[in-house]
Nanobody, 126 residues
Framework: QVQLMESGGGSVQAGGRLRLTCAVSGNTGSFCIGWFRQGPGKQREGVAAIDGEGISTTYAPFAKDRFIISKDNAKNIVYLQMYRLQSEDAAMYYC????????????????????WGQGTQVTVSS
């Protein structure tokens, strides 16, 4: 049984950086692992995703130049390094898995992600 646990969230000033961690227990096989976020009053949206081998990545346009997703296969951890954080980045961030492919934004097929972590909160102050 696959379980995901996020950590690394916190409060940061605008322009700052954070690194989120998604610890994966169990074998996700070739499934994609994605980071999603949900701000207050907003729908959950895809941020970035990485394939099971940790080679192929995809990003939402707002993340492409500021965020980096990576995977440590030995530790079974997926990271989301975030730079130049802005107020609009404030949200609960989740990692999830279960999708057969890492679909390109905007059609990320969120319904295929069947296993979710509890989330980690990111707050950005100006």
């Amino acid at each position: 049984q696959v379980q995901l646990m996020e950590s690394g969230g916190g409060s940061v000033q605008a322009g700052g950086r954070l690194r989120l961690t998604c610890a994966v227990s169990g074998n996700t096989g070739s499934f994609c692992i994605g980071w999603f976020r949900q701000g207050p009053g907003k729908q959950r949206e895809g941020v970035a995703a990485i394939d099971g081998e940790g080679i192929s990545t995809t990003y939402a346009p707002f993340a492409k130049d500021r965020f980096i997703i990576s995977k440590d296969n030995a530790k079974n951890i997926v990271y989301l390094q975030m730079y130049r954080l802005q107020s609009e980045d404030a949200a609960m961030y989740y990692c999830a898995t279960g999708a057969r492919y890492c679909y390109a934004w905007p059609r990320v097929h969120i319904e295929e992600y069947t296993v979710w972590g509890q989330g980690t909160q990111v707050t950005v102050s100006s």
